[in-house]
Each structure stands twice: as C-alpha cells, then as structure tokens.
T-cell receptor
Framework: GENVEQHPSTLSVQEGDSAVIKCTYS??????FPWYKQELGKGPQLIID?????GEKKDQRIAVTLNKTAKHFSLHITETQPEDSAVYFC???????????FGRGTSLIVHP | DAGVIQSPRHEVTEMGQEVTLRCKPI?????LFWYRQTMMRGLELLIY????????DSGMPEDRFSAKMPNASFSTLKIQPSEPRDSAVYFC????????FGPGTRLTVL
C-alpha cells in the first residue's frame, strides 16, 4: 500500500519567516495530494490540495508544489503568523477514491 | 467542523466497559470514515462506508471494535470491552468531495 513520509516532525519559526514542510510518497499511482491543518482540540481541516496534472498551486500565503518524478510534494507558508501554529498533515491517495494515506504530521510553532 | 457532529466530545471510562461513539453527518456525502489518532501511530483509518455499506474494515484493530451505519445520517463505533490502549481521539469524516473531519471524541480508558 501507499506510504507517506513527512518531515520535519517539528518546525519552529519566527513570525514573518517562511515555513516549508516536505512529504514523499511511495505509490506512483497516487494522483491527489491534500494538506490538512489541525488546531488544538479540533479535527484536521483541508487547507489546500493538488492533483497530479498540476505542478504548483497557490492560495494567498500558502502554496503546494508537486514533483511526480521524484514522488515528493511540499507545503510552503510565507509571512507566517502566530495563528498558523498548528499540526499540518500531508496525504496521498490513488484514483477517484480520495481515500488518503496520511503522513505523521508536522507541529509548526510560530513565535511572535 | 459544522458538517459533522460527534458525541460525546470527551469520554472517560474504566477498563472492561463498553464504549459507543457517535457520528452524525449534516451535509450530503457518499463516504463516511472512522479514524483513530494517537501520538504513537498518528492518524489511522479504522473503517469506511460507501452509501452506508462497510467497504474496508482492515484497519479495525481487534474484534473488540465494531462499526455500524444504519442510515446516511448516523454511524456508531463501539468498543467492547475497552482497554487502556484504546485511549485516543476518534474522528469521523465524510467525503462530499474531499475528506471533511468532525471535531473528534477524546476517549480515555482507565
């Protein structure tokens, strides 16, 4: 089955800096890659996703890149703010099922 | 979180007791998922339903775990008997287009 590796497990940045979280996946058939943000005491919430026919996608301060050849994808957050502090999960899924395999998560801490 | 209601939000029970977790999707969906989240193992998919039919329960850890979906607006996850290692946060998620998680139930088994 699919295996998703996520790094780093913890990321600490100063407010205003950029943050990058990287993931790799094992199954070349995966073609849908969502990213989730989980705040304390809440369930994961989708923040951005990318499909295999696209190399990059942006939404305001967040962007995701995908390299299908290398089987890795990344989340980029620019101009970080304290409210960006949360756990971020990457995921990968195959085909039209959209049943993702999740990475282990990255705890992002943004210091004011 | 408004699309999925989970109850209870917190449950503390003693080893050996039966525990029932509930999920009520509000919006339309075709899939419903149950996940377990722990520090050790991260997010684990336990079981998922398609149109109220269980499709894959290979993630259910033991026979002590069972899940039902009697209709499109309600699902339960039952643990009987519960054990301390079942302590975790349990999430229900639906899939209108992509996965949409509920707020979770934090279960503590003493």
């Amino acid at each position: 089955g699919e295996n998703v590796e996520q790094h780093p497990s913890t990321l600490s940045v100063q407010e205003g800096d950029s943050a990058v979280i990287k993931c790799t996946y094992s199954d070349s058939a995966s073609n849908y890659f969502p990213w989730y943000k989980q705040e304390l005491g809440k369930g994961p919430q989708l923040i951005i996703d990318i499909r295999s026919n696209v190399g990059e996608k942006k939404d305001q301060r967040i962007a995701v890149t995908l390299n299908k050849t290398a089987k890795h994808f990344s989340l980029h957050i620019t101009e970080t703010q304290p409210e960006d502090s949360a756990v971020y999960f990457c995921a990968a899924s195959i085909g039209g099922s959209y049943i993702p395999t999740f990475g282990r998560g990255t705890s992002l801490i943004v210091h004011p | 979180d408004a699309g999925v209601i989970q109850s209870p939000r917190h449950e503390v029970t003693e080893m050996g007791q039966e525990v029932t977790l509930r999920c009520k999707p509000i919006s339309g969906h075709d899939y419903l998922f149950w996940y377990r989240q722990t520090m050790m193992r991260g997010l684990e998919l336990l079981i998922y339903f398609n149109n109220n039919v269980p499709i894959d329960d290979s993630g259910m850890p033991e026979d002590r775990f069972s899940a039902k979906m009697p209709n499109a607006s309600f699902s339960t996850l039952k643990i009987q008997p519960s054990e301390p290692r079942d302590s975790a946060v349990y999430f229900c998620a639906i899939r209108p287009d992509t996965q949409y998680f509920g707020p979770g139930t934090r279960l503590t088994v003493l």
